[in-house]
């Protein structure tokens, strides 16, 4: 495991302190809250809790892992997601051996570029041959009953939970100017703040959220949560600038991009549910559904975080 260098320490120590207050506030409000709906509420603010520590936990084994580490890790969250899109697609006999390209050679193949540092061949494994060959694949199977459809939401699936999220690990790839390769600091920023901006609007739509902002696509979200919260995960972006390559107003409108990516990845994700007719991707988190659930907004933010700072702060 690598020594703890000040800022690692600081975030370690804040994220447990977090952590544990909320998880004691929730313990209290346990015991003082009645009624039913408030309990309702309080067991699923528990279970969120619960859900953090755990992941909070095997993140902080993944950075200590150094990049393979990280590449672990989302190539197993990339597999999770990917079978958790793809089972709300309806596929056909003619798509099997499809999907076993997808499960079984995408994703390893794009997290094994990523861990070599093969950036030409990562930026295009998927966007260029993955989609040629799995068209391919389909059409050769001989099963043209909705091919285009089947064929577009298997690729879709493919884009955003295999190529979407490579990029967090790819972050620990790039050879930043007067910084070199970075560590553990630019994913555990992006995480940070993404997870924050989610979490955030959560906060501000439940206290002042009285404007729907799409109902049809997500009941829940309002523009005053929207706004309140962007606001306050760009605020805390800014602070964090001590960890990243970013002055602090750099860091802010890194933040920013971020943020906006990833309010409109949830929302993205959320519309494909409201067609399939589901609340959730599945139930393998406590209190946050599905794998998908928990990655939508990362899986917008980035690829627009790498390549914002592969470019303006990447050595040419």
């Known amino acids: ?31 003082t809250v009645k009624g ?14 619960r859900a953090w520590w755990v992941m909070a936990i095997v993140f902080a084994v993944a950075l200590a892992g150094q990049l393979t580490g990280v590449v672990v890790l989302f190539a197993l969250v990339s597999f ?7 089972t709300l697609t309806p596929t056909r006999r003619g798509d099997h051996h499809t999907l076993f390209w997808v499960f079984f050679v995408a994703v390893p193949l794009q997290y094994y570029l990523v861990r070599t540092d093969w950036y030409g061949l990562f930026s295009v494994l998927i966007p260029v041959y993955g989609f040629l060959f799995l068209a391919i694949r389909s059409a ?25 999220l490579s990029h967090v690990p790819a972050l620990m790839t790039l050879n930043i100017q007067g910084a070199g390769k970075m560590q553990w600091e630019l994913v555990a920023y992006l995480a ?7 979490v955030l609007q959560y906060v501000w739509g439940k206290l002042l959220g009285r404007h729907k902002l799409a109902p049809k696509v997500s009941p829940s979200k309002t523009w005053e949560g929207l706004i309140g919260g962007i606001a306050s ?24 991009a971020i943020c906006v990516m990833g309010f409109f990845g949830g929302l993205v994700m959320s519309a494909i549910k409201r067609d399939a007719g589901v609340k959730d991707y599945g139930h393998l988190i406590e209190g946050h ?8 907004s990362l899986a917008f933010a980035a690829p627009v975080f790498f390549h914002l700072t592969r470019y303006y702060f990447g050595v040419p």
């Open 192 to 198: 940070i703040v993404v997870q924050m901006s989610d």
């Open 80 to 86: 999770l997601a990917l079978r958790e899109i793809l």
């Open 1 to 31: 495991m690598p020594d703890l260098d000040f800022n690692a320490q600081l975030l370690l120590y804040g994220t447990l302190g977090v952590l544990t207050l909320a998880s004691v506030i929730g313990f209290m409000l346990a015991k």
């Open 233 to 256: 995960a760009t605020a805390l972006g800014s602070a964090l600038h001590v960890i990243t390559p970013f002055n602090w107003w750099q860091a802010a409108l890194m933040s920013l």
């Open 289 to 296: 559904g599905g794998m998908m659930d928990r990655v939508d």
């Open 36 to 49: 039913d709906a408030g309990k309702r509420t309080i067991d699923n603010l528990n279970a969120r809790t």
């Open 140 to 164: 050769v199977a001989g099963d043209v009953t909705c091919y285009l459809e089947r064929a577009a939401k298997i690729y879709w699936a493919v884009m955003i939970g295999v190529y979407c």
